[in-house]
């Protein structure tokens, strides 16, 4: 059973994007641009954008980093990245042509002073020639520890302003990992509203910009049947799976200071916790959206003291076989301890308690090397009585399920019991299935496509604030403490694998199981 989408002459997500709000022009400054991450997702999303008519005329990218670019050398190597990675395929050289046109290099190393001068150059030069008018996003697409040093360069020469002194707007844009832990997060966020202050901030989870993501809110509060049923009278527990079927790639000493819980727990799936879970904000706007999450994060029950790592499980992938293909162990990877206890997988039964979801179960796991790539929320209803079809031997009735499809294949589904047809009364689940790409004719936009834009607009709800990464940190900093101090290690599973067998218990034992997305 499938969402039949009504009949439309014009391609209904192309349409919405042509009404959105186009933002004045501005020089985007990317720290790091010869990194994956520039050639991957940032440059191709600004591609995308400048397609779909979002990007204003005039706007800017300037790229700054260590290699000896030339500003033509930048747009091929760039042109190239958007022919392997733009959604918008194949480019179109007329638009290529004119963004292009928008794209510059400065040399320099992140520390330097007199590479920041040379930016600053740049920048005044693109002030007069692209009428940019002085406004700056700067893109730390780099390690945190470079944040402290570029912030305060971009300081010390008078590069931030504040709109509300006059000038013209600067917003800087911070990817995570923002901290190690919730010591090193305060510090970083001391350094962030040193030479910026709060509003200016915007740290960004690739999640919040997923389409469905955001379809949450829709979902939840624009929806009579599901809001009156969100709450712990008739939601049994909820699931919330991210599998990632790829290893540590090239990403060895990252991982090896981060591991599962830190790059995907912390951040990822306590922001999809927050949302599933947040009371209704008084309105569709940065603070009242952030406001209602930062109150989940703060019911979250506290491990108990000296059991900790009773309500959770850690695991390390090992020899296996993933899609066909063999994989090898955590510990053979490049630049990883070949006695490393770095978790690669890891599963939490956590509770938020408030008057919502009191006794409500979350199970949330994460892992790499799993049998397949998929980021999934199931909210499990609790089970309608069953007296009527007792005695009937053919009836199997199973609780319904709401699924939450965020990667691949954005969608939702629901599961339900159905008879079959036939003289006698028999039952089978049945699902009824919404997906974006067949309802509306077309993918939705790339996450960095609308994070960039909603920057360039100054519209910071979907990025986390300062004291919802806190929080976060607070929560999850005496699991990862517990962790540390036990010799025990993680808990192996072959790559290819669900994860190891306790995290199966952790679920099991309360009488349900995991599901397969």
């Known amino acids: 059973m499938s969402v039949v989408a009504p009949a439309i002459d014009a391609n209904p997500l192309r349409e919405g994007l042509e009404q959105e709000r186009v933002p004045d022009a501005s020089c985007l400054v990317i720290f790091g641009a010869s990194g994956d991450l520039t050639q991957r997702k940032l440059i191709p999303a600004l591609y995308s954008l400048a397609h779909d008519g979002l990007l204003p005329a005039g706007q800017t990218i300037v790229g700054y980093a260590r290699p000896d670019y030339t500003d033509d050398a930048f747009r091929m190597a760039m042109r190239e990245a958007c022919d392997k990675f733009a959604r918008v395929r194949p480019v179109d050289d007329a638009v290529w042509d004119n963004f292009a046109k928008g794209l510059f290099y400065v040399k320099g190393e992140f520390a330097e002073p007199d590479g920041i001068l040379r930016l600053n150059a740049k920048l005044k030069e ?13 893109y730390l697409a780099v390690p945190p ?28 844009i911070i990817e995570k990992p923002f901290g190690h832990d919730l010591a090193s997060a305060k510090e970083l966020n001391k350094v962030a509203v040193t030479t910026f202050r709060e509003r200016q901030v915007f740290r960004i989870d690739h ?7 955001q379809n949450l809110l829709v979902l939840r509060f624009a929806n009579g049947i599901f809001e009156p049923f969100w709450n712990r009278q008739y939601i049994d527990h909820v699931q919330v799976t991210v599998a990632e079927s790829i290893g540590v790639e090239k990403r060895g000493p990252y991982f090896e200071t981060a591991g599962i819980s830190r790059d995907i727990i912390q951040n990822h799936m306590l922001q999809l916790v927050s949302l599933i879970g947040m009371e209704p904000p008084v309105a569709f706007e940065a603070d009242a ?28 992938y090992t020899d296996g076989s993933v899609l066909g293909e063999k994989a090898i162990a955590y510990r053979k990877e490049v630049n990883v301890d070949p006695h490393s206890n770095v978790e690669t997988y890891a599963a939490l039964k ?54 939450i499809r965020i990667q691949p294949d954005e969608g939702i589904s629901l599961k339900f019991d159905s008879k079959v047809p036939g003289p006698t009364v028999r ?29 360039m607009l100054g519209d910071s709800t979907l990025f986390a604030r300062r004291d919802e990464v806190e929080t976060a940190w607070a929560w999850l900093d005496p699991l990862l403490n517990a962790w540390g101090a036990d010799p025990r290690g993680p808990e192996l599973y072959p ?20 599901r397969r997305p």
Not at 207 to 213: F, M, R, S
Not at 300 to 312: K, N, Y
């Open 126 to 138: 693109c002030d007069q020639t692209r009428g940019t008018g002085g406004r700056r996003i700067y």
């Open 145 to 172: 520890n470079f944040f402290p040093v570029i912030a305060e360069l971009l300081g010390r020469e008078k590069m931030v302003t504040d709109p509300e002194q006059g000038g013209p707007f600067t917003r800087v």
């Open 207 to 213: 999640y919040l910009g997923k389409e469905t993501v």
């Open 289 to 316: 959206v952030r406001d209602e999450k930062v109150k989940v994060l703060r019911a979250l029950r506290e491990f108990p003291r000296g059991h900790e790592i009773d309500a959770a499980v850690r695991g390390q």
């Open 350 to 403: 956590i509770f938020v308690d408030n008057w919502r979801w009191a006794d409500v179960p979350f199970y949330i796991r994460a892992g790499k090397r799993l049998p397949k790539r998929v980021t999934d929320i199931s909210i499990h209803f609790r089970p309608a009585p069953y007296p009527l079809f007792n005695k009937l031997t053919n009836v199997t009735m199973q609780p319904n399920v709401l699924a």
């Open 427 to 455: 039952t089978a689940p049945v699902t009824m299935e919404f997906r974006y790409a067949t309802s509306f004719g077309a993918e939705p936009p790339e996450a960095y496509e609308r994070l960039l834009l909603e920057t």
């Open 495 to 514: 790559a290819g694998t669900w994860g190891p067998e306790a995290a199966d218990r952790l679920i099991e034992r309360d009488g349900r199981k995991w």
